[in-house]
């Protein structure tokens, strides 16, 4: 799956480019206030990821084009691939400075190299694994963005075979409760009516924090101190770690968004012990269950890899016929990635081009089950968020092209009338 380029460029203002998640959204939000108040000038500012060999190839490559394209400006290369691999990304011609993901949160980092030469070249990046706590700050705004992310936490506890993000993101640590409201008010003040709650590994929400509270106790308290919120939306969670009261709140809260992502990366558990992952097939089909009982009209999307270590054509059917079987309408598709240093990379591998085979399988079905909602969702009235003039979100986040502009970040009815074939819905403005 292409990783997601974001590139923001603001006059007067240090640009940011980011790639990857939507923590990283956040993150670069708060980069972009950091560097301006360091006043650092004709500067870049690559946000990293490094969930995949690829995502890290995409940025190696648009560092690389960006230094040719304008070799004037200072380069500084920050996020979690720089975290991970510090010295592959130091080494990259013009790249000035390599800062981590602790570092890229200071203020303090940004004062330091504002004060450098560009030729001074540095690499600051501290062991991530000795990091206790988030460092709260607050974002007033996401520049060209309907809706606003907010992180509530970082990090992971776990240890999945094939992943490295925990080595660059550190332990799970949480965000208080008292500083997410607080943020979320400044952000509804704005005019920001949509809220995604974002972080590494949500649903292990606070238990680094006294009472140790769990996601759905953050969400009730998010929805009763800022009553006038019209829409809480939910980043990746994990099928096992769903808690009573956020089960509660999906059958009984209209502002939680009824489109859920679970974080389930196969449907074979064989596989899915080999991933050391925390559940099993028959966790995700209770947790399906638990969901479309409380909330009939939700939808729900997975993150899913094809091809991981050991699986046969047997375990990838497993997988596809679970995601049938649940009705994933939104699909984000991983072909298997080798990371360095993973227990992963040590076991059998599937061989490349069936790899890319499954991948352009599960693609595939993903694309049949979200057009089979589509034409379900013909001659109804939905409330979408605008995102662009002519492009809004469901609350089900179905993509709905609307017959006439409007202005992004207002929620509008529409009637839909149609289905494009292209994973889009034809909406009528009501």
Do not use: W
């Not at 709260?136 to 992943?163: L, M, W």
């Not at 009763?224 to 769903?242: A, F, G, H, K, T």
């Not at 991933?275 to 009982?293: F, T």
């Not at 057009?371 to 003039?389: D, F, I, N, P």
């Amino acid at each position: 799956m292409k990783n997601k380029i974001k590139r923001d460029v603001i006059i007067g203002m240090p640009e940011v480019v980011t790639f990857g998640c939507r923590l990283n959204t956040f993150e670069s939000e708060l980069i972009k206030d950091l560097a301006a108040q360091a006043d650092l000038k004709n500067t870049i500012i690559f946000n990293t990821c490094a969930v995949t060999s690829e995502a890290e190839r995409q940025a190696r490559q648009a560092i690389r084009k960006m230094h040719r394209e304008q070799p004037d400006k200072t380069i500084i290369v920050t996020g979690c691939a720089a975290q991970i691999r510090p010295d592959i990304f130091s080494e990259i011609e013009g790249v000035s400075h390599v800062i981590g993901n602790y570092e890229k949160m200071q203020v303090d980092t940004f004062r330091k190299l504002a004060g450098k030469n560009r030729q001074e070249r540095s690499v600051q990046v501290m062991d991530i694994m000795e990091v206790t706590e988030t460092t709260p700050h607050v974002v007033t705004s996401f520049d060209g963005k309907a809706r606003a992310y907010v992180e509530i936490q970082n990090g992971c506890d776990h240890r999945c075979t094939f992943c490295t993000i925990p080595f660059g993101r550190g332990n799970n640590r949480s965000t208080p409760i008292a500083h997410i409201v607080k943020q979320i008010k400044l952000l509804r003040n704005n005019g920001y009516q949509e809220i995604v709650l974002t972080g590494v590994d949500i649903t292990d929400y606070g238990q680094n924090l006294p009472g140790t509270p769990h996601l759905g106790d953050l969400v009730q308290r998010i929805l009763r101190n800022v009553p006038d919120l019209e829409r809480v939306r939910l980043s990746s969670l994990d099928p096992v770690e769903i808690d009573d009261t956020l089960y509660d709140l999906i059958g009984n809260e209209p502002r939680l968004l009824p489109h859920f992502h679970l974080s389930v990366q196969a449907g074979d558990t064989m596989v899915l012990k080999r991933m050391k992952r925390r559940h099993v097939r028959e966790d995700i089909l209770i947790c399906a269950e638990k969901i479309y009982k409380r909330r009939p009209d939700a939808t729900l999307g997975a993150d899913v890899i094809a091809g991981f270590p050991t699986e046969t054509d047997k375990m990838f059917q497993t997988t596809y016929d679970l995601i049938k079987q649940v009705g994933f309408r939104f699909l984000h598709v991983f072909p298997y990635s080798q990371r360095p240093g993973t227990p992963a990379e040590r076991m059998p591998q599937v061989k490349k081009p069936i790899i890319k085979q499954r991948a352009a399988m599960l693609r595939k079905l993903g694309e049949n089950l979200r057009s089979e909602y589509y034409v379900k969702c013909v001659g109804s009235t939905v409330e979408a968020l605008v995102e662009s003039l002519r492009i809004a979100r469901t609350d089900t986040y179905g993509k709905v092209v609307l017959d006439r502009d409007q202005i992004p970040g207002n929620i509008v009815r529409a009637n839909i009338t149609g289905f494009n074939g292209a994973n889009e819905m034809l909406g009528k403005v009501v």
